[in-house]
């Protein structure tokens, strides 16, 4: 299986999730390599998938990949057809006065520039995410700061015991990420439980290997932990300029033990600006 993250490999960078829109060059490489190398290629994406979005935002020919929309519980077929995993209606409504109450204060002029760092606003079904700075630190400490504990203050707000949600800040985006509950078909909304409610909707069959996923950031390095535990036989792609993240990543999946100059694909895959050499149909 080929696992290909949406959100970090099919947008330029710096473009917003809202509005990103995969480069030609990059959609005729993946599609070529999906169609030439694997047997069940999947993009994976944290925002809500649809068929319509992906024709605005991918120049991929149709019935290349199937999709899954990880945060909402989405999944396209490439042949056809659709599946969700909902939110409890408690939860769904918790998190519906969370999305108003910070578009609303996004609306205000003071913070409305946080609607365009980074990866800027998603409300997702499963999770929402703000940007309160992006990679190049373009917001000062201070706002970025401020907007986080606004943040804390609304979710405070709707739920004030911390039950029905957490918020994870990794420094540039914060997530709001709702918590386990039995009711909740997919309870915690991790990418290990997407994996596996992706895993049988699409039957794709993970335990049986390799695989080569292809990721970059906290969310790419969640989603190879909970491919590797699922399947060993994985390899990975990780691109990052954040040491910390490709130290974790070669960490996770040992396979990829090497480092190489770029243009000099000689191994299985690699970490950091690198280029991976055609492997086996998978």
């Not at 940007?131 to 405070?156: C, K």
């Not at 915690?188 to 290997?209: I, M, Q, S, Y």
Request: glycine share 10%; with cysteine.
């Amino acid at each position: 299986m080929l696992l290909y993250d949406g959100d970090g490999a099919m947008r330029a960078s710096g473009q917003r999730f809202a509005s990103a829109v995969q480069p030609a060059w990059n959609a005729v490489a993946v599609a070529r390599f999906a169609l030439a190398r694997a047997g069940r290629p999947l993009v994976w994406t944290r925002r809500p998938w649809t068929a319509r979005a992906w024709e605005r935002s991918s120049p991929c020919r149709p019935g290349v990949f199937a999709f899954a929309g990880s945060l909402d519980g989405s999944t396209g077929l490439r042949m056809g057809g659709a599946g969700e995993a909902p939110l409890s209606p408690e939860k769904a409504a918790l998190l519906d006065s969370i999305n108003a109450r910070l578009a609303a204060l996004l609306a205000d002029p003071s913070w409305r520039v946080f609607g365009y760092v980074g990866s800027g606003v998603q409300f997702c079904r499963g999770e929402t995410i703000v940007a309160r700075q992006d990679a190049r630190e373009t917001v000062d400490d201070e706002s970025s700061l401020d907007l986080l504990e606004h943040i804390h203050d609304v979710v405070d707000a709707v739920d004030p015991e911390r039950i029905h949600f957490r918020v994870e800040d990794d420094g540039l985006d914060v997530s709001i990420v709702p918590t386990s509950e039995r009711e909740d078909v997919w309870r915690e909304f991790l990418p290990a439980e997407g994996l596996r409610f992706v895993e049988a909707a699409l039957e794709l069959h993970l335990d049986r290997g390799p695989h080569l996923i292809c990721c970059g950031g906290p969310a790419g390095l969640a989603l190879l932990d909970a491919l590797v535990t699922r399947n060993g036989d994985t390899r990975c792609l990780f691109v990052t300029d954040r040491e910390d993240l490709a130290g974790r990543a070669r960490a996770v999946c040992p396979e990829n033990r090497g480092r190489v100059p770029p243009g000099h694909g000689h191994g299985r895959s690699f970490f950091g600006r690198s280029v991976i050499r055609p492997v086996p149909a998978t």
